[in-house]
């Protein structure tokens, strides 16, 4: 990993620890900083550069010359997560065209809109179990009882995984993006037997579930390999349910610190869709996403060399103050609304219908049946490469 000289002229120095920043309680003042230095910031890790504003990390999530295939000693390096590298090699968001289109138009399979709206009747009946359990007790941690087992029973559904697995894969799963390299080895060693067991089970189907499709897809001129398979299988379960436990577990800790628009949507359930919109801006579950530069590219009139990475701050890109009024406020009704919590390009969020869905229906029933929601506790954040909170005790009546 080579020094930043003569890479561009002279940005602003950050100390940008992506990992650790996603823990902060409030992370947004030293995002505000960020782009009050410009679009473009250079890292202390040398090759390493962060995008800030929302226009530049717009144009960089469509850049096809700022790649998702990192080398290994890059995974290693620059996530942390070298002890899962050889796994996450294979997910479908490490690739790039060609691998990617056809790893892509395979799995979004099981996410077409017809598949997701059938679906809701389901995820609305998961959502009232949920909620009469909470309502019964009168306390419940959202994590552990609404905003983790709706997603996974759903992706469950969906995988056709039963359902007494689901809290082991989800443990070994979210070890996959902790900072801890020993969680990491047994958990990718793990998840491999696993998922390599369930699809041992069943009978390649090109017309059968998503996993007996990628099954009958090893045969053929644009084949997966089984390694390809099992690792896009165990993408599939933690995609399935990290992003919308984090989107209903943000939005839910924003509305208890914003009493008043709490108090909108409980005045009127049907602001649930603009509510979920306004929760991936304000709070993303995906903070940043990575890349590497594929050729010389001028960002904000400075030139990155090729090989260098690039962190891309979604996060930062929605307080935007050349695009969002009054950003730091969590507002349900805003509208426009051109947040990029997930993503955008070739790589945008292959689950985000289903998870605007499970979050629409969540926040819906959830105002529409709890008299009360009020905070029992302090919340805990949980360090990773994502937004997330280990903790948020509620109580409710």
């Not at 070298?82 to 997910?91: C, E």
């Not at 138009?105 to 598949?115: D, P, R, T």
């Not at 983790?148 to 969906?158: M, S």
């Not at 990029?340 to 049946?369: N, Q, S, V, W, Y």
Request: aromatic fraction near 6%.
């Amino acid at each position: 990993m080579d020094s930043h000289a003569g890479d561009v002229t002279t940005p602003r120095l950050l100390e940008f620890d992506a990992m650790a920043l996603s823990a902060v309680d409030d992370p947004y003042p030293i995002y505000a900083e960020l782009r009050a230095g410009g679009p473009l910031a250079k890292g202390t890790i040398a090759g390493s550069w962060a995008i800030t504003t929302h226009a530049e990390v717009s144009a960089a999530l469509r850049d096809q010359r700022l790649g998702h295939r990192f080398p290994r000693e890059y995974i290693e390096f620059v996530t942390g997560m070298g002890a899962s590298a050889d796994l996450q090699q294979d997910f479908l968001l490490n690739h790039d065209p060609p691998d990617h289109t056809r790893l892509r138009a395979l799995m979004s399979q099981a996410f077409k809109g017809l598949v997701v709206r059938k679906l809701r009747d389901h995820i609305t009946e998961l959502v009232d179990d949920l909620l009469d359990r909470a309502i019964e007790l009168g306390t419940f941690d959202v994590i552990d009882e609404l905003a983790y087992p709706l997603p996974v029973q759903v992706i469950c559904h969906l995988l056709n995984i039963d359902d007494v697995d689901r809290d082991r894969v989800r443990g070994h799963a979210t070890a996959l993006v902790s900072p801890d390299q020993n969680s990491q080895i047994e958990s990718a060693d793990w998840l491999r037997d696993y998922m390599g067991g369930v699809l041992r089970e069943r009978e390649p189907d090109p017309e059968g579930d998503l996993l007996q499709r990628m099954l009958a897809a090893e045969d053929g001129e644009d084949a997966f390999t089984h390694h390809e398979i099992v690792a896009n299988a165990v993408l599939l379960f933690f995609a399935g349910f990290e992003t919308t436990t984090n989107l209903i577990g943000n939005g839910c800790a924003a509305l208890l610190g914003h009493p008043d628009q709490k108090e909108r949507l409980w005045n009127d359930p049907d602001m649930a869709p603009l509510a979920v919109e306004e929760f991936l801006r304000y709070d993303p579950p995906v903070p940043f996403v990575n890349r590497i530069t594929l050729e010389p590219i001028e960002i904000a009139g400075h030139t990155i060399k090729p090989q260098r990475w690039v962190v891309l701050l979604l996060a930062s890109a929605n307080r935007d103050e050349a695009v969002f009024d009054n950003p730091a406020d969590l507002d349900i009704s805003r509208k426009p609304n051109p947040h990029i919590g997930f993503g955008g390009g070739i790589h945008h969020c292959l689950g985000a219908m289903l998870a605007r869905l499970e979050g629409e229906i969540a926040f819906k029933r959830l105002a529409e049946r709890a008299r009360t929601f009020e905070a029992a506790g302090a919340p805990q954040r949980r360090v990773s490469g994502v937004r997330s909170l280990a903790k948020l005790p509620v109580a409710i009546s």
